[in-house]
Nanobody
Framework: QVQLVESGGGLVQAGGSLRLSCAAS????????MGWFRQAPGKEREFVAA????????YYADSEKGRFTISRDTAKNTVYLQMNNLKREDTAVYYC?????????????????WGQGTQVTVSS
């Protein structure tokens, strides 16, 4: 079992920044991939970014490239999502997820464990 706890969400003005954290526990993570997804009201959950635990390779959705940065701290078993220049359309519940393989996949159903989500609201 893997437990994921997200934090760092909140209300921010457009153009502002937030850093989300996801603390993982329960298993070792040397061969895993960690991902961030988001779900806006009335929309499907979508991929935001992912990072492989062992090498730190990253991948981003096109709309987030240059604004968001995913990173991990292996000593703390924590993955981060730094979000800059936030836009109203970034408003969503953000979820952390673990894929029990080292390859980066963007599909929601390729991830095995999920956190409870953290709300990010961007105001104009």
């Amino acid at each position: 079992q893997v437990q994921l706890v997200e934090s760092g969400g909140g209300l921010v003005q457009a153009g502002g920044s937030l850093r989300l954290s996801c603390a993982a526990s329960g298993r070792t993570f040397s061969t895993y991939t960690m991902g961030w997804f988001r779900q806006a009201p009335g929309k499907e959950r979508e991929f935001v970014a992912a990072i492989t635990w062992s090498s730190g390779a990253t991948y981003y959705a096109d709309s987030e490239k240059g604004r968001f940065t995913i990173s991990r701290d292996t000593a703390k078993n924590t993955v981060y999502l730094q979000m800059n220049n936030l836009k109203r359309e970034d408003t969503a519940v953000y979820y952390c997820a673990v894929r029990l393989r080292s390859s980066i996949i963007t599909k929601v159903n390729s991830y095995d464990y999920w956190g409870q989500g953290t709300q990010v609201t961007v105001s104009s």
